[in-house]
């Protein structure tokens, strides 16, 4: 099993920027796919961002070019950039960890920390 823990969330006003970590322990091969996710409320969770092992990454359109995830295999965390952040970004977002499988299957996930954007 790979525990995942997120860190970085807070409170920030609208165009302002926020940096998210995403510790990763105990079974960490099963972390080919690391991602981020968000869920506001009354929405459903949304997907943000991926990276692979090899650092290739996948973004949201509604994120695209104002987040940036990164990781750092050796330390075993992924990072999420969050840039010109806007209200709509409010949300808990949740670190995401996913096997090498022929599409994404994220089976483990941390408890999620808050991110509120203030107009």
């Known amino acids: 099993q790979v525990q995942l823990v997120e860190s970085g969330g807070g409170l920030v006003q609208a165009g302002g920027s926020l940096g998210l970590s995403c510790a990763a322990s105990g079974r960490t091969f099963s972390t080919y796919i690391m991602g981020w996710f968000r869920q506001a409320p009354g929405k459903e969770r949304e997907f943000v961002a991926a990276?692979?092992?090899?650092?290739?990454?996948d973004y949201a359109d509604s994120v695209k070019g104002r987040f940036t995830i990164s990781r750092d295999n050796a330390k075993n965390t992924v990072y999420l950039q969050m840039n010109n952040l806007k209200p709509e970004d409010t949300a808990v977002y949740y670190c995401a960890a996913s096997p090498r499988t022929v599409v994404p299957s994220f089976g483990s996930w941390g408890p999620g920390t808050q991110v509120t954007v203030s107009s």
């Open positions: 990276i692979r092992w090899s650092g290739s990454t």
